[in-house]
């Protein structure tokens, strides 16, 4: 019997065996997706970069080739709002895998906006003193030297830089782009790791203080496997409650209005605890990635540790990311659950908002300072995603499009504040500096102002919202507390702004270094968000409005 009899009666016995019939090619909509493919693309030509440029040339392509790919997606994401993804078109696209709606979109654009300002601070090389003839920046000379060994101070005077950091980052904002997007938990899960891994090498490759920094990278990827851990654990839980990983079909299992119950099925779905503790892990590790309290004690280490513009990128996309993920598992996967999630929610909002707020007062070192700071504003954010009104998303939204770019400039201005020994981060240093360099003590003051919500500050704007959405939402008593948190938060931002301008300078005090345009950039771009979103929000609320409502 010839090859090709025996083929077509293998096919033949297979069609007759098979009562599914053919697989169908996946269908995937390259149009709706491109934000994020634009992304990976780029990601990938950044590593080829490494592979085939020249070593001194790559600082240059690696640079460019970034600012293009983030452009190019941020214009992606704008055309499919405009051609109204956002609105009337929203869908779930990639064979129900992604979700394209306004609150994906709105989380996208702030995501890539945030990473191009981020960018500019990685690329900043005028800081430091030359080494050898070369401009330096951040990142060690090579990562994989042993900090102090000989191989490292070869690759120092040889005037090597990490030009990795680029790819790595478009890596992180790639996984960030899908994980408030994620329609389906194990997607989430991918998104997840994806731009968890590159932030803990990101986290490592400090110049100065290299062993501060890689302990800083260990406790941010142990703690970060537990909570991928944990997530991946409550996945398996409610995947074996609701026999599927789709975000609208757990809805509907949970809701109790699913259809053709298979019998396998419906002796696991009367298994509340499945549901229960499946939904508390996978909320667990989201609440770990937002750092709010108990899950925050790698935020203060991790932001110390880590080189400033880093921590500057982490603390502003990382948030967005987390909270629209957070957003969409539970006002889509859980709103039938909502009388038991909520009173969890609102223990959470309020020991973080008071822990981050009090323990900040303690703090010496700048970056901690901001690291508690940022906890407390988790707690604001939560505030809003407890409202469980179509109010409260849009507040979330406005709130972490604002609180994004005060971040990234404050911990630009932290960069520029130097002495013998690198950035000068701890509080006494930052005395006087108001008389020394006018005009960056100014812009600092103006970034904390912000975090401290006074008026005609994004900060202000951004508090407003979500604390009125809560109110409405049957929270005030968070409201009180909130408000509360909020003037004891006051308190350090504004002894900060009084050290700095009503102290003696000391005479060997730190100097502010003069930075390119890259870093004048960002903190430029940094104060114009927080005035504009300060004096006139409204036009950016209406936006958020609109982008408020999630696809099922």
């Known amino acids: 019997m010839s090859a090709t009899a025996v083929h077509s009666l293998w096919t033949t016995a297979a069609t007759a065996a098979d009562p599914i019939g053919k697989i169908d090619a996946p269908r995937i909509e390259y149009g709706q997706l491109s934000p994020t493919l634009i992304i990976i693309g780029a990601a990938i030509l950044g590593i080829l970069i490494e592979a085939f440029v020249p070593?001194?040339?790559?600082?240059?392509?690696?640079?460019?080739?970034?600012?293009?790919?983030?452009?190019?997606?941020?214009?992606?994401?704008?055309?499919?709002?405009?051609?109204?993804?956002?609105?009337?078109?929203?869908?779930?696209?990639?064979?129900?895998?992604?979700?394209?709606?306004?609150?994906?979109?709105?989380?996208?654009?702030?995501?890539?906006?945030?990473?191009?300002?981020?960018?500019?601070?990685?690329?900043?090389?005028?800081?430091?003193?030359?080494?050898?003839?070369?401009?330096?920046?951040?990142?060690?000379?090579?990562?994989?030297?042993?900090?102090?060994?000989?191989?490292?101070?070869?690759?120092?005077?040889?005037?090597?830089?990490?030009?990795?950091?680029?790819?790595?980052?478009?890596?992180?904002?790639?996984?960030?782009?899908?994980?408030?997007a994620a329609n389906d938990l194990l997607t989430l899960f991918v998104a997840l790791e994806v731009f968890s891994l590159p932030l803990y090498l990101l986290c490592a490759l400090a110049r100065r203080k290299r062993l501060m920094s890689q302990e800083a990278a260990v406790k941010y990827f142990l703690l970060g496997a537990f909570a991928s851990a944990f997530t991946l654990f409550g996945i398996a839980l409610l995947y074996g409650y609701a026999g599927s990983m789709s975000y609208g079909t757990i809805a509907s299992v949970v809701d109790g209005t699913v259809q053709n119950v298979t019998p396998a099925l419906a002796d696991t779905m009367g298994n509340d605890a499945l549901l229960l503790v499946g939904s508390a892990l996978i909320v667990m590790g989201l609440l770990f990635k937002v750092g709010a309290v108990p899950f925050h004690m790698w935020t203060p280490d991790v932001y110390q540790g880590a080189p400033t513009p880093v921590t500057g990128f982490m603390a502003a996309a990382t948030k967005v990311a987390a909270f629209g993920a957070l957003l969409r598992i539970l006002y889509v996967v859980l709103p039938g659950l909502r009388w038991d999630w909520r009173p969890v929610m609102w223990a959470v909002a309020i020991v973080t908002m008071l822990a981050g707020a009090i323990v900040a007062i303690t703090q010496t070192d700048i970056k901690r300072l901001l690291a508690y700071s940022s906890i407390a504003h988790a707690g604001f954010i939560l505030a809003g995603v407890i409202a469980t009104t179509p109010e409260g998303i849009s507040s979330v939204l406005f709130?972490?499009?604002?609180?994004?770019?005060?971040?990234?400039?404050?911990?630009?201005?932290?960069?520029?504040?130097?002495?013998a020994g690198g950035e000068a981060t701890h509080l006494s240093k930052w005395a006087g500096l108001g008389r020394r360099s006018p005009l960056v003590a100014a812009v600092f003051a103006v970034f904390l102002l912000a975090f401290a919500g006074i008026p005609l500050t994004s900060g202000f704007s951004g508090k407003f919202a979500v604390f009125k959405a809560a109110a409405e939402g049957g929270a005030a008593p968070l409201v009180v507390i909130g408000v509360i948190s909020s003037a004891i938060a006051a308190f350090f931002y504004i002894r900060v702004i009084v050290l700095m301008f009503f102290s003696e300078p000391r005479p060997e005090g730190p100097t502010v270094a003069v930075p390119s345009p890259l870093t004048m950039t960002a903190i430029g771009v940094g104060v114009a968000v927080t005035v504009v979103l300060g004096l006139a929000p409204q036009y950016f609320l209406d936006l958020a409005g609109q982008a408020g409502v999630f696809v099922r």
């Open 399 to 419: 709130y972490l499009a604002a609180y994004s770019f005060v971040t990234i400039g404050a911990f630009a201005v932290v960069t520029l504040v130097r002495d």
């Open 55 to 180: 070593r001194r040339s790559r600082y240059y392509v690696q640079m460019f080739l970034s600012v293009v790919a983030l452009v190019a997606a941020f214009a992606a994401v704008v055309a499919l709002a405009a051609g109204g993804y956002g609105t009337t078109k929203a869908g779930i696209a990639a064979m129900g895998a992604i979700a394209v709606d306004g609150p994906a979109l709105f989380l996208q654009g702030t995501i890539l906006l945030a990473a191009l300002v981020g960018l500019f601070t990685f690329a900043e090389r005028r800081l430091d003193p030359q080494a050898h003839g070369n401009r330096v920046d951040s990142f060690a000379a090579q990562a994989a030297a042993v900090p102090g060994s000989e191989s490292e101070q070869k690759a120092v005077k040889a005037g090597f830089t990490t030009t990795e950091v680029f790819p790595l980052l478009l890596f992180a904002v790639a996984g960030m782009l899908i994980f408030p």
